[in-house]
């Protein structure tokens, strides 16, 4: 096996003296550079439905964003005449829908073109342009426009080098390294919605969205800096062995990881759906008064993955107590659990919407705390599941395409968030109850046959 190739099966970049919590030097670049791009992310994405149905959509503004009138026209020639809400949930849904539609075409780039730290770095230099933009109602379309090609370059390749940090037989210290880069992604998750969400209350929208792009910026700076503690074989390598192809066992392979990426979209749906309507739901119907200050809607978003990060070493420890007593799930057992956790989470709104008029905050901060927990099943998992088990030569493109299964989720968010005038509370979030359900019952049923295939392809 060349150099090159042990590089793509993940033995760790340079600079192996210098560690970080034990790991790889190169670590603690990704994770911060991913963790300010999630600042920007979550703290743009807290305001987003919010800002679009009570400020950019209403006459007198909204003829101000450039080619929107085109824009109108052209969703509602598909999906019929839609109201405000209805329509800010769409573009909701469709933005964070496409933000991971277009990673699986930022693999193969990377993999065919300009390799991973390339493309990583062009994808934060127009996410930081997209999201200045968002803080001008006039660059509004464009804004969300480039920040989706520039999350396509970075999100799933900033991933894979993730991966490409340990050896391929290093199983643990994978998972180690995807559950810290995750404390990354929930900390600028975290304190995005918080900063951004106070400055839009007290200062206006635009100053929210201002801080978002200055934070992407800083992330690229970071990226930048760690650009060579990271290593990877070049497309030029790549496109050396075109004739090299997939053998039938790496296609089963395939096939298995893709069955138990469409397995996470019910959760995702369940999950997802906070950003959206449960920020309209919320903003309507809970109890927002403290003492005379009125908490910001978009501060419940910084719930969950402030959980996530709080939660990791408690669930580490769970599951290393399950291995030594034989009982630990194996990673399909895990998201399965996490769909659970969604489920009970939503059945807590649609609970707080059956028994009361004005719902006591503890119910919607008791959705955001079991959804943190149940990502931390759920997503690293697969993420990790997708860096072992996906054949050398795609993972790139097998990263973007788990991502896909996100692209999916949010357009089915933004499209049932479109019911939400014409139905009950209790019966929309019972509906997303039922849709975290069927998604754990799946994957138990399937854990064994396509674990089997995963753990001995």
Not at 115 to 131: E, F
Not at 242 to 266: E, N, S
Not at 367 to 391: E, H
Request: charged residues 10%.
């Amino acid at each position: 096996m060349s150099i090159a190739e042990k590089v793509d099966e993940g033995v760790a970049a340079p600079e192996r003296g210098r560690t970080f919590f034990g790991e790889p030097i190169g670590l603690a670049y990704l994770s911060f550079t991913e963790a300010w791009e999630r600042f920007s992310y979550y703290g743009m994405t807290a305001l987003l439905v919010l800002y679009m149905s009570q400020w950019l959509f209403l006459p007198g503004r909204v003829e101000h964003v450039a080619g929107f009138t085109a824009f109108r026209a052209g969703v509602e020639s598909i999906f019929g005449k839609m109201s405000t809400l209805a329509l800010a949930s769409l573009v909701y849904g469709l933005y964070t829908g496409f933000v991971y539609f277009t990673p699986v075409f930022g693999g193969w780039i990377a993999d065919r073109f300009i390799g991973r730290r390339r493309a990583v770095t062009t994808g934060a230099i127009l996410m930081s342009i997209g999201q200045i933009s968002m803080a001008f109602d006039a660059s509004f379309l464009m804004a969300l426009a480039l920040l989706v090609i520039g999350c396509g370059l970075l999100k799933g390749n900033i991933s894979v080098q993730v991966g490409a940090l340990y050896t391929a037989d290093d199983h643990a210290g994978r998972t180690r390294g995807f559950s810290i880069y995750s404390m990354g992604i929930n900390f600028g998750a975290t304190v995005g919605p918080l900063l951004c969400g106070l400055l839009a209350q007290v200062y206006g929208w635009h100053a929210g969205f201002a801080l978002s792009g200055g934070l992407m910026l800083l992330g690229l700076v970071t990226y930048i800096a760690g650009y060579r503690t990271l290593t990877e074989t070049t497309p030029a390598q790549n496109r050396a062995q075109p004739d090299v192809k997939l053998t039938r066992g790496d296609w089963i392979i395939v096939a298995a990881l893709i069955g138990v990426m469409l397995l996470t979209i019910f959760q995702s749906i369940a999950y997802y759906q906070n950003s959206n309507i449960a920020l309209i739901w919320i903003n309507e119907h809970v109890d927002l008064n403290f003492f005379g200050f009125r908490v910001p809607t978009a501060w419940f978003n910084s719930i969950d993955p402030l959980v996530s990060i709080v939660s990791v070493p408690f669930l580490i420890a769970l599951w290393k107590w399950q291995s030594r007593h034989g009982g630990e799930p194996a990673e399909i057992g895990k998201i399965g659990m996490g769909a659970i956790i969604a489920a009970a989470a939503n059945l807590c709104l649609a609970a707080g919407s059956a028994f009361f008029t004005r719902v006591p905050v503890i119910l919607p901060i008791l959705y955001d705390v079991l959804l943190g927990v149940a990502f931390l099943y759920y997503w690293p998992t697969l993420l990790a599941l997708v860096s072992r088990a996906a054949p050398p030569a795609i993972k790139s493109t097998m990263m973007g395409v788990a991502f896909l299964t996100l692209f999916l989720s949010n357009f089915t968010i933004g499209w049932i968030g479109g019911l939400y005038e014409h139905m009950s509370p209790a019966a929309f979030w019972t509906m997303h109850a039922a849709v975290a359900a069927c998604g754990a019952v799946l994957a138990f049923l399937l854990a064994r046959p396509l674990g089997r295939v995963l753990d001995h392809g």
